[in-house]
């Protein structure tokens, strides 16, 4: 039985591709671990399956942006290099818009808020990234409380700049960190017995809602794409699965 790619094709022209990427794969290139799968890759095989015929040159895919391993949701690749080129640039310089959907630990005391704290990657043993005041890059995210259920929270995340795990760190200096994340939290998984009122369920039975980390890039808004177009364009993810199946239950039984 032919496995089941771990990406959804979200969109595609001449100039880009952009998938919705399951979470437990790296886009591009893990430097522990070349070895490993990786989106670019498996993206490129499934382009040489479909075209089934060796005289179609196969396409180019270049990498535009990165989203951590664990993390579910939008990636945006190119098919050429002057698209590359403009696409980059419109991210390292904020045009490109992006929002994020984050289960937290706690109930925040604000609806809205930001933080700002310039952060440095791989600044410790554990190749985390670290807050650093004076080596630090300068990181601005913004957050927005959506909901609560017992101690858990669902916020939405609005990065203006890309620092490596930024979301994560700056809502773990919050106080909140992200669900089931190793680095940054206590990395347990979420069970419905832990905000649901009145639950009588088997504890030795129960599986979690959500075992991996509570992050999905939700939301894109880029820039015109194609030459021939001055429309921005407006990409969406919804959850998988189980982080969907874990926001109904924060819905039903939350306060």
Not at 56 to 67: A, N
Not at 138 to 155: D, E, I, M, P
Not at 224 to 241: H, K
Request: charged share 25%; glycine share 6%; with cysteine.
């Amino acid at each position: 039985m032919k496995q089941k790619p771990p990406f959804t094709l979200v969109y595609e022209d001449d100039f880009i591709t952009v998938v919705d990427k399951a979470p437990g794969i790296s886009v591009g290139a893990d430097r522990w671990d070349d070895e490993r799968d990786r989106l670019d890759k498996l993206l490129a095989a499934y382009y040489a399956e479909k075209a089934q015929d060796p005289k179609i040159p196969l396409p180019r895919i270049f990498t535009v942006h990165r989203i951590d391993r664990e993390t579910s949701g939008l990636v945006v690749f190119a098919r050429d290099g002057e698209t590359h080129k403009r696409l980059s640039a419109a991210f390292e310089t904020r045009q490109v818009t992006k929002q994020y959907l984050a289960v937290i630990h706690g109930r925040p005391s604000w609806t809205e808020t930001g933080c700002e704290l310039p952060l440095v990657p791989d600044g410790d043993k554990r190749h985390r990234t670290i807050i650093d005041k004076y080596r630090g890059k300068k990181s601005q995210t913004w957050f927005r409380l959506l909901l609560s259920a017992g101690n858990y929270s669902l916020v939405e995340a609005l990065p203006a700049t890309g620092r490596t795990h930024q979301i994560r760190v700056h809502l773990a200096s919050l106080g909140h960190p992200v669900v089931n994340d190793p680095l940054y939290g206590s990395g347990k998984p979420v069970f419905l017995s832990s905000f649901k009122r009145g639950w009588q369920g088997d504890p030795l039975d129960e599986k979690p809602l959500l075992a991996r980390l509570g992050l999905h890039a939700a939301k894109l808004i880029l820039p015109p794409c194609r030459p021939d177009s001055a429309e921005p364009l407006l990409l969406e993810a919804p959850p998988p699965r189980d982080l969907a199946a874990l926001i109904r239950q924060m819905e039903k039984n939350g306060l």
